[in-house]
């Protein structure tokens, strides 16, 4: 009983491996490198979009049936254009989540002798796993690589042939993964603002198994925090509109993004949405008494200038909280430029004293 509970496992475990293949090619054609990129013969699921497999600028394609084939990786070091790449884009409401990806390669006896296997996560800085010219299993199941919503491309970069002639190809490949409906299709989102208030609107065109929303907002479009909720639809594939005002804002650059949390816990979240600050919030004008500068805004922390029209001389500078009305002594009469910086921008007008 116990070599049958094995044997059970063993192909459960084969059977469930060949089954979560997002993307694969055996490549066989005449000479596929003739193609860049080339896609004839691939099986891709249909929640994702494939480039095809394709090559860099810094290397060239040469003749080969049933691989993918190039030379040129003649450098004596690392070559940012000497690559094969792969790009994968999960279509409008799927994400993406990668296991691994599996190749067998060929290299000739003066092609490469270096391999690196990068992701744009990263801008392609860093190796993952160990590529090699004759082909591996690169582990992909790093937090890195999971929920995936848009496109992401890898590279095999290679380097160290001893000739411009030396070859090196991917005869086959296999991403590994699986792909899911999100379980909230964000269709629009925006900010808009009036006087010390920001509202947020969003839209979705699907939602499922949908609990409730979070509105978070940064200063820095990194370091998010909460600042209200909003209840979900639930279940439904009608367009939902929501909206929610957020008071009180500082002045500045705000960000903002929604979280979405389903029933069971899981979370997404929408793009991240950028609102200017309040300087167009800002009134300067000169005052009924002569030498006085009246300044109406909700900004609580700017520095005010005023200066000569030439701009050489400075009349006056403080550091103000919202309303002003500054008289100015032993100032001539004629224009000025009266100059506000705010923390999200810099107005400056000419004035009549």
């Known amino acids: 009983m116990k070599y049958s509970l094995t044997l059970v496992f063993f192909l459960l475990l084969v059977s469930l491996c060949f089954s979560q293949s997002v993307w694969t090619n055996p490549i066989t054609d005449a000479n596929p490198s003739l193609s860049n990129p080339f896609t004839l013969g691939q099986t891709v699921d249909p929640n994702i979009t494939v480039s095809g497999i394709g090559r860099g600028i810094g290397i060239t394609g ?20 000497a690559y094969f790449y792969f790009t994968l884009t999960p279509n409008s409401g799927s994400s993406l989540n990668l296991i691994s990806f599996v190749y067998t390669g060929q290299a000739s006896g003066t092609g490469p002798t270096s391999f690196q296997f990068s992701s744009s996560i990263d801008g392609f800085s860093s190796s993952i796993g160990s590529p090699n010219g004759a082909g591996t299993t690169i582990d992909l199941s790093g937090t890195s690589f999971q929920n ?8 095999i970069y ?17 991403f590994n993964g699986t792909t899911t409906s999100l379980p909230v299709e964000f269709s629009h989102i925006k900010v808009t603002k009036k006087n010390k208030s920001n509202t947020i609107f969003f839209s979705t065109a699907s939602e499922i198994n949908n609990d409730f929303f979070t509105i978070e907002r940064s200063f820095n479009g990194f370091d998010f925090e909460p600042v209200g909720t909003l209840k979900g639809g639930g279940n439904t594939t009608s367009t939902q509109n929501y909206f929610f005002e957020d ?43 002569g030498g006085q500068i009246v300044v109406r805004t909700e900004i609580d922390n700017y520095d005010l200038e005023i200066f000569s029209i030439s701009g050489i001389r400075l009349f006056y500078q403080q550091n103000l909280s919202l309303d002003a009305e500054i008289f100015l002594q032993n100032v001539p009469s004629g224009m000025c430029i009266v100059r506000v910086v705010a923390p999200d921008g810099i107005i400056s007008k000419q004035i009549m004293l």
């Open 247 to 289: 008071q009180n804002v500082p002045s500045g650059v705000l960000y903002y993004r929604i979280k979405q949390t389903d029933f069971d816990g899981r979370f997404d979240y929408s793009d991240v949405v950028k609102v200017n600050g309040n300087t167009n919030k800002i009134d300067v004008f000169s005052g009924r008494t």
């Open 62 to 81: 040469n003749a080969g049936s049933n691989r993918y084939n190039a030379n040129s990786w003649n450098t004596p070091s690392f070559d940012a254009d």
């Open 148 to 155: 995936i919503t848009s496109e992401i491309t890898f590279r």
């Open 158 to 174: 290679g380097w160290g042939a001893s000739s411009a002639a030396g070859t090196f190809s991917i005869n086959d490949f296999t």
